[in-house]
């Protein structure tokens, strides 16, 4: 689904990112776990083409993507749900969800997602009206996630969904992202929160000072002492 080899970004000057190289194969859910300032949200950035890459490739579905733009890429079915979800804070929940549907394929079946949308958070279908800015932490980002899946993504980029929410919460948004999972859709998760990333992961990397120090099947790293001790918290 996902290949990039070698990947390079920079701020200027200050290098973000040296020879990021992981891959998401089809229907697999990878997390990218690391530090605060690890470079993740770089890394998700740039894969959804909001930011330039200064080398490598980046290749979705073997054709090289790492010239086109945000739009051209959601074209190819890519939908990335942001860190802290960049809702429309004055639009109803229905008008966020609405403009998840800018890929030409799914224009039409508008009421088709927003049914499916619904019957996956029936709490927004009794907010459809609500502002957006109004609903808790936790409803916006049901939100956002419902709004990356109007557009139907292939694949589904999530940055930090577990960010500033209470524990409970937490556990409903992993729940949801792992059903989205087992529905057949590659997702690339970047995640702080280790342990719960793991938990729903197939394979992990550790990124950390922009570069990627480890791989592997979850319970492989969760063997690793020293990876333990640096980046899971025990």
Avoid: W
């Avoid at 090289?64 to 959601?74: F, N, Y």
Wanted: hydrophobic share 45%.
């Amino acid at each position: 689904m996902l290949r990039v080899d070698g990947l390079c970004v920079s701020y200027g000057d200050a290098v973000a990112l040296t020879d990021v190289t992981l891959a998401v194969g089809d229907g697999e859910l990878l997390a990218v776990i690391g530090p605060n300032g690890a470079g993740k949200t770089t890394l998700v950035n740039a894969l959804a083409r909001l930011l330039p890459i200064r080398g490598g490739s980046i290749r979705l579905m073997g054709e090289d993507v790492g010239r086109l733009s945000p739009r051209d890429l959601a074209e190819r079915g890519v939908a990335l749900i942001p860190e802290g979800r960049r809702l429309f804070a004055g639009m109803s929940v229905e008008e966020n969800l609405e403009m998840g549907c800018y890929r030409k394929s799914v224009r039409r079946s508008r009421e088709e997602g927003l049914r499916r949308v619904y019957e996956i958070f029936p709490i927004l279908a009794q907010r459809r009206r609500q502002i957006a800015g109004t609903l808790s932490g936790g409803q916006q980002q049901m939100v956002a996630i419902a709004r990356a899946l109007m557009a139907r993504p292939k694949l589904l980029l999530i940055d930090e969904p577990s960010l500033g929410l209470a524990p409970i919460i937490i556990n409903e948004v992993f729940e949801t992202i792992a059903r989205i999972h087992a529905g057949g859709v590659s997702i690339l998760l970047i995640e702080q929160n280790a342990s719960r990333a793991l938990e729903i992961a197939q394979r992990a990397c550790v990124l950390d000072c922009g570069r990627l120090v480890a791989s592997g099947a979850p319970a492989q790293l969760q063997a690793d002492g020293e990876i333990v001790a640096a980046y899971l918290g025990h």
